[in-house]
């Protein structure tokens, strides 16, 4: 059973502005991870936030936890077009699971 | 970082017939998890392939189907026998960064198709 669910499915914004997804999820976690998949094939690691912290960078990338509300953020600033991908939260120990992931289209 | 090598890329099958995936990696892992993505889904695990011992299957999902190979730490087999068109998906490998990270590094994955 998937633990994270993605909002929104999809969107679709302007190359240069900020793109927002967002996860939520059901258990307790000791982390919580984000991936991006491009054009359905191999799925690459982009950062993973432990349960102490609030958030974390990396680059572009801005992520936050909420434990108290289950839920995370994802937050790419001055998107490109090379952002075009599917994104998707994980979560687990032993086995990741897999949220049903946000579709972002940069728009030229 | 690991580099995984899975083959083939993608595969059009008939109906009855059985695919077999390869997954190399070009380091020694402990666990190495095999995933399926059905179209315009998300991944569900498979299955996770110890080495030595047999592969622990998730719900849903059953030996006689998706029989599981792991011959020594850098690589692995999938098969998946008796194909019918709802077994058209994206099947990928994948191995732990670092044993304890719970990060994880992807094959490129393996497009198949059913007729």
């Known amino acids: 059973s998937q633990q994270g669910e993605e909002d929104p499915q999809a969107l679709s914004i302007q190359e240069g502005e900020n793109a927002t997804m967002n996860c939520s999820y059901k258990t307790s976690i000791n982390n919580l991870q984000w991936y991006r998949q491009n054009s359905g094939r191999g799925l690459v690691h982009l950062i993973l936030?432990?349960?102490?912290?609030r958030e974390k960078h990396s680059g572009r990338l801005r992520v936050t936890l909420d434990t108290s509300k289950k839920s995370s953020s994802l937050l790419i600033t001055a998107s490109r077009a090379a952002d075009t991908a599917s994104y998707f939260c994980?979560?687990?120990?032993?086995?990741?699971?897999f949220g049903k992931g946000t579709r972002l289209h940069i728009l030229p | 970082s690991a580099v995984i090598s899975q083959k083939p890329s993608r595969d059009i099958c008939q109906r009855g017939t059985s695919l077999t995936i390869q997954c190399q990696v070009d380091s020694q892992v402990t666990m190495m998890f095999w995933y399926r993505q059905q179209p315009g889904q998300s991944l569900t695990l498979i299955a996770t392939a110890n080495q030595g011992s047999e592969a622990t299957y998730e719900s849903g999902f059953v030996i006689d189907k998706f029989p599981i190979s792991r011959p020594n730490l850098t690589f692995s087999t999938l098969t998946v026998s008796n194909l019918s068109p709802e077994d058209s998906s994206i099947y990928l490998c994948s191995v732990e960064e670092m044993p304890g990270t719970e990060k994880l590094f992807f094959g490129s994955g393996t497009q198949l198709s059913v007729l």
């Open positions: 936030i432990r349960s102490n912290e």
């Open positions: 994980a979560t687990g120990d032993d086995k990741i699971i």
